[in-house]
């Protein structure tokens, strides 16, 4: 399957997204299923993960709900309060694995200080996330790279994705420390990477091929294609660029490679990763 494995849906509400500034106003609006399909259409891909973008079950209810209604969404990664359940989230995990479509959590820890990673309840209850064999994707600034490395190794069992490649800020060329950061978390081979989100770290979102480019060769040749999973973080990127030369951009860059390499990007590690279905 041709998999996005990074996209979001809202009903939008100024309350719930305060997150979108102004600056966003493009994308002040709901954004649902029927919307993202025509797009996965046109650009010939079979189906999407979707992602938290609030932290409240009411959401991850919302997307399991929307996921039951709609094939196209393979799975979902939500939100559940794990810092606050510790042990106890095994309960709330066991509830929430029931659905086929539940895939794993995430929580936004680049609103975070680092002292998070080392939360009592947070740790315990990724180790009932692990044991449930469900994913983490892990959302983070660069600069929390060398917290983060350090939380990884407290669960070598855990499936870990990076969202939008820990987010640089993308002004240049690749930074020697960001990248020296990924390449250790790499040698953990429980780590995975998601190519997304990146055009929206461009300052001004003034993006462009070459600009971003050296990135992708980067986390490709850290992880490689079996642990690097593309994604568009749509709707968000639409502040910076349409889906189709988001798209296109990736699929050049993964020209040069073999089919099945090409095939594992665009969407087999997302389904291995994830243990999505057709």
């Known amino acids: ?16 997204y305060g997150w979108i500034d102004n600056a966003m106003s493009a994308i002040r609006r709901d954004f649902l299923p029927a919307d993202l399909a025509s797009i996965l259409g046109s650009e010939k891909l079979d189906g999407s993960v979707a992602v938290q ?29 794990l810092a606050q359940e510790g042990v106890r989230s095994a309960v709330l995990l066991d ?40 994913t983490y994707d892990l959302l983070i600034l660069a600069r929390q790279l060398p917290a983060a ?38 040698r953990r081979p429980n780590v995975f990477c998601k190519f997304s989100g990146v055009v929206t770290e461009v300052p001004g979102w003034n993006w462009t091929p070459q600009l971003l480019r050296p ?12 642990r690097l ?11 910076a660029t349409e889906y189709s030369r988001w798209h296109a951009f990736v699929n050049d860059c993964i020209a040069p490679l073999t089919l099945a390499e090409k095939t594992a990007v665009m969407g087999g590690t997302a389904v291995n990763f994830y243990h999505l279905k057709s």
């Open 1 to 16: 399957m041709k998999i996005d494995a990074h996209q979001h849906f809202w009903r939008y509400s100024s309350t719930e």
């Open 53 to 81: 973008a609030r932290q409240s079950l009411a959401e991850t209810d919302w997307l399991l709900e929307l996921a039951s209604s709609h094939p196209s969404i393979k799975g979902v990664v939500g939100w559940l309060p």
């Open 95 to 134: 509830r929430y694995q029931r659905h086929p479509r539940f895939k794993g959590v995430r929580h936004v820890l680049q609103a975070e200080p680092d002292a998070y990673f080392e939360n009592t309840e947070f740790n315990a209850a990724l180790h009932e996330v692990a044991a449930r064999h469900l």
């Open 149 to 186: 490395l350090a939380w990884v190794d407290r669960h070598p069992s855990l499936r870990i994705v990076i969202d939008h490649i820990a987010k640089p800020v993308v002004h240049g060329s690749p930074s020697l420390e960001w990248r020296s950061q990924l390449t250790e978390l790499a």
């Open 215 to 226: 990135h992708f060769d980067a986390v490709l040749e850290i992880f490689g294609p079996r």
């Open 229 to 239: 999973m593309f994604g568009s973080d749509w709707p968000v990127c639409l502040v």
